[in-house]
């Protein structure tokens, strides 16, 4: 072989250890070998920047789609869980739960009609858990690596991830109310407020589905990231207005659900459900009607989700970057 | 026309190499030398804290993105996803190179092909057996046709058939032009494949060569020899010495073996490593009969990985540099004890 390269002769020498990100002097020279790939004749090397991030986007939202549809189990299975909710609080509470209502800013209106923007809420949630697992379950089995090293965008790639969740949450919030009103649920607001739930939905999921990720990078441990979603989704659908009224609950859990984000997500939701201005645990009447609920509600999940997204991108390309930690 | 396809690193301790174009190169050491490192440095998934590396003439730092736009990689663990067919593992991997959509199916059925997972690509990958994944995940690393392709320890964990299989697989692509950049703990691997091996060490490099040349520092064959202890060698002559130093004396002063036969003492008998263990053994046992000492056994072997790095640090220690090739032996300053 006559094709060996004298390039090896313009690099340092092996014990000078230079400090970080310092480039060595000369060595890139490229003269001879910025046309390596035409040596070689392959067809695909004439266009090497083909990706465009539009297209990084679509094949990693394609992949995320494609491996829920392979694991049916997954997206009925999360659906189950809220279904029970829904089914069971509403024959097993919906006596009492009435009571407790009508004490509320929401009066005459059945426990179903109630509870329903709160499940659709813990379905948003319930999805949003499953953003983390998918990373972490393509970190342990060496995808995420392999990710790595395609010439993608990485944006692109968890943009293209993220956006196949927000789907699955749009789909699974769809078949929620569509159950909820075969059970006797109400959408006040009609169709436009049925939109309007699932935009709250997705907005709602974008907090957990950082919060996911950050379990997921920190602990990159499949059986971590399930526990520590679970962990919070019950207790803070607990200390919240998902199942009654503010006022209904003792005075510390008025105060926890204060600073619940769960609330912001349901009271949205149910303003959109019962067109009102259900929020309690701020009073605003600068607005009208369901306005006074839905401004601040929107205000609070978006900053959170800013807040969070930050920090999950932040840990995300510390994940992804090259550099030697 | 001709290039440099990578370079050294400083990713471990300091390391300066050349592959050209076409080369079936081997990095070769064991577990904990610098071997994966090096290798994802050089596939842009680590960032070298010194040093320059150009890969198909693009720096891994500044161009990172050309790079992996022109390499193939396949880590030490095997990475397809399981819950896609085969033929979808590869679909994706072929956009997210961006193989053209016209070229796209033709190159999927090529590959699944040349991996011989034709019959099962519309098979889940979940289904397939350790050999089949590998197997699958070298096809996706090479659906953009790269002109250099990183094989990281591929068959390790795979039984000797399915190894063998990916090795034909290996060759093939070779021959195809591509450059491959394979690192491995097994001597034989290297051996049966790479045209050059740098065996890594600690994270230095302390010999480059082809597998042969690299064998003949081992000095060719190993012959082991044990011999009965002192005590029930009923036809020994005297009761002088160890049996075993005996031997080893007549190995090392007998005319059996050249002047630079290695013989060592081991616990049953002695060792002797020389250029034509295999023609000039039977010579050996003859002569220790003649002279009363009972062979129990023997055995002939191939020179190890072990015996390799036993050679070559050897020569480190003992300080006798005289068959170390000093152009070999590179980064060698830097080893701080």
Sequence with gaps: ?325 | MELTYADGTEAVKGIDLTVPEGEFFGFLGPNGAGKTTTIKTFATLLSPTGGAITVNGFDVREESRRVRETIGYMAQETSVDEEMTARENIRFAARAYGVPKDERADRIDELLDLVDLADVGDKRAGEFSGGMKKRLDAATALVHSPPLVFLDEPTTGLDPKARNRLWEYFERINERGTTLFLTTQYLEEADQLCDRISVILDGDIVATGSPMELKRRVGGEILDVEVAAAGDASDTAGDIADPRERAAEIARTGDVFDADADVSVTDDGISVTAERARQHGTDLLVTLRDAGITVTGFNIRAPTLDDVFLAITGEELDSEAQSADPEDVTGSEVTAE
């Design chain 1, 1 to 325: 072989m006559s094709d060996r390269s004298v390039d090896a002769d313009a690099r340092e020498t092996p014990s000078e250890l230079r400090a970080d990100g310092d480039l060595a002097s000369g060595a890139s020279r490229t003269s001879s070998e910025l046309r390596a790939d035409g040596g070689t004749a392959r067809s695909t090397s004439e266009r090497l920047s083909g990706n465009s991030f539009l297209g990084d986007f679509w094949v990693n939202f394609v992949r995320w789609n494609l491996k829920a549809i392979r694991n049916p189990f997954v997206v009925v299975g999360s659906l189950v869980q809220p279904i029970i909710f829904l089914v069971l609080f509403t024959q097993v509470f919906g006596q009492i739960a009435t009571g407790a209502i009508s004490g509320g800013a929401a009066g005459g209106i059945t426990y179903e009609t109630f509870l329903l923007p709160a499940i659709a809420m813990q379905v948003s949630l319930a999805a949003a858990a499953g953003s983390g697992i998918g990373l972490v379950n393509d970190m342990e089995e060496g995808l995420f690596e392999k990710t790595l090293v395609m010439p993608m965008s990485r944006s692109a790639m968890f943009l293209g991830k993220t956006a196949a969740e927000i789907l699955r949450i749009v789909v699974q919030i769809a078949i929620i109310l569509a159950l909820g009103t075969v059970l006797g649920a109400n959408v006040a607001t009609g169709f436009v407020g049925a939109i309007g739930i699932i935009l709250i939905g997705i907005l709602f999921s974008l907090w957990f589905v950082a919060l996911s990720n950050i379990f997921a990078v920190v602990t990159r441990d499949q059986e971590s990231t399930i526990i520590g979603a679970n962990l919070l989704q019950f207790p803070l659908l607990f200390v919240s207005t998902a199942f009654l009224p503010l006022s209904a609950m003792p005075g510390w859990i008025q105060t926890v659900a204060t600073f619940n984000p769960i609330t912001y997500g349901v009271d949205a939701a149910r303003a959109l459900m019962l067109d009102q201005d259900v929020m309690t645990v701020v009073e605003v009447t600068r607005f009208t009607g369901i306005w006074n609920t839905l401004v601040p509600a929107i205000a609070v999940l978006l900053a959170l989700d800013v807040a969070l997204g930050g920090i999950a991108v932040y840990l995300l390309n510390r994940a992804s970057s090259s550099d030697v930690q």
